[in-house]
Every structure is written in C-alpha cells, then in structure tokens.
T-cell receptor, first 111, second 113 residues
Framework: DQQVKQNSPSLSVQEGRISILNCDYTNSMFDYFLWYKKYPAEGPTFLISISSIKDKNEDGRFTVFLNKSAKHLSLHIVPSQPGDSAVYFCAASNSGYALNFGKGTSLLVTP | DAGVIQSPRHEVTEMGQEVTLRCKPISGHDYLFWYRQTMMRGLELLIYFNNNVPIDDSGMPEDRFSAKMPNASFSTLKIQPSEPRDSAVYFC???????????FGPGTRLTVT
C-alpha cells in the first residue's frame, strides 16, 4: 500500500515561473520528509528535507512546505530553470526507519 | 569521494539465469539499502543493512532474491532464478543515519528475456 502519493505524474512549467510539486502521505507517524531529484540514467539525488517540527524549509530556489494536519507537503521551485527538468520524488521516514517514496512527478521546464 | 558505485550498469539475461548485482557504498556510511524501481510500483525498498547486518528484508519479493554484505565496502543482490517480471532498475544507496538523507548509486538496469 502506497503511503506516500504523488498524484501528478507530470508537470510542465515555463522558464522563470514557479513550479509546485505536491505530495500526500497517509502515515501520521512520519516525522521527516525529503525531496529527491532524478535525471535519466542516474540515481536520485537529495534535494531538500524538512522535519515535522517545522512547516517550511528553504534552500535557494527550493522551498518545502509541510502541512501536518492535511498530511501534505509541497516543493516550490522559484524561478524554474530548464535544468530543473527531472523527475522529483517525495519521501518520508518514521523515526529512523527506511524511506518510503512516492512514484515521482516528471517536471518539464520549457524555455 | 567517488559516491556509491554499482555494477554492472546494464544487465541482459535469459529467464532462469542467475543474476548478481554489486554495490560499493560510500566509505564511512554504515547503512546500505537496496531499492527496485518499476513503472508500476515506483521505488520500493527491498532490504537494508546496518553495519553489515541485514535489518529488514520484508521488501524482498521472493526467496529467489537474496542479499549479502560481507564487509563494510561491498554488497550483492542476487536473483536466482531470474524471471522477466524482475526486469527493473535496481538502486543501491548508503547513509550515515537510517531514514534520513541517503546517497544513491547510478543503478543497474536489469532486463530478463
């Protein structure tokens, strides 16, 4: 059973605009959340994370928002660049257990 | 550091053959994870090790799958006998803390015909 869900398989955004990728989870015990980025023929690479004690974490153009009551998190990329085109995976952890991944959202940033 | 190293990068084999995938984690990382990625199921955890000891293998799909970690710098995932439904990309990852940031290898694309 998928405990982490990314309901949008794909997203297309114009360069310079904001990209918003969404993720929902079902397990209320999850306390740490991560976003990974994956290019074709490469492994996923860590992008940004957030602990459940926070509701926002920012790193340059990337910001992750966490809404615990809604069991929802989102990744904002501002401004979007063509090099951001990749598959983005949301992942969640429960106090030291292994990561649970969503199926990914393919982001295409067009010039 | 060279990052997580996996070999081979591509493997094509016939049904019934034994397949062995290899992984070298980042030096100093005491957790090692094996994942499988398919279109249907996404990225799913197969097994993970802590200090070379298997901790959770509940994701291993069948007895045909086995994994070992004989030392801190090497792990193998073996499928015997292989079946076409095992075709997927297999990733190895390592980390210093369970459940937190993990570093992935480039993956092995396995095709079983």
């Amino acid at each position: 059973d998928q405990q982490v869900k990314q309901n949008s398989p794909s997203l297309s955004v114009q360069e310079g605009r904001i990209s918003i990728l969404n993720c929902d989870y079902t397990n209320s015990m999850f306390d740490y959340f991560l976003w990974y980025k994956k290019y074709p023929a490469e492994g996923p690479t860590f992008l940004i994370s957030i602990s459940s004690i926070k509701d926002k974490n920012e790193d340059g153009r990337f910001t992750v928002f966490l809404n615990k009551s809604a069991k929802h998190l989102s990744l904002h990329i501002v401004p979007s660049q063509p090099g951001d085109s990749a598959v983005y995976f949301c992942a969640a952890s429960n106090s030291g257990y292994a990561l649970n991944f969503g199926k990914g959202t393919s982001l295409l940033v067009t010039p | 550091d060279a990052g997580v190293i996996q070999s081979p990068r591509h493997e094509v084999t016939e049904m019934g053959q034994e397949v062995t995938l290899r992984c070298k984690p980042i030096s100093g990382h005491d957790y090692l994870f094996w994942y499988r990625q398919t279109m249907m199921r996404g990225l799913e955890l197969l097994i993970y090790f802590n200090n070379n000891v298997p901790i959770d293998d509940s994701g291993m799909p069948e007895d045909r799958f086995s994994a070992k970690m004989p030392n801190a710098s090497f792990s193998t995932l073996k499928i015997q006998p292989s079946e076409p439904r095992d075709s997927a990309v297999y990733f190895c990852a390592s980390s210093t803390q369970q459940g937190y940031e993990q570093y992935f290898g480039p993956g092995t694309r396995l095709t079983v015909t």
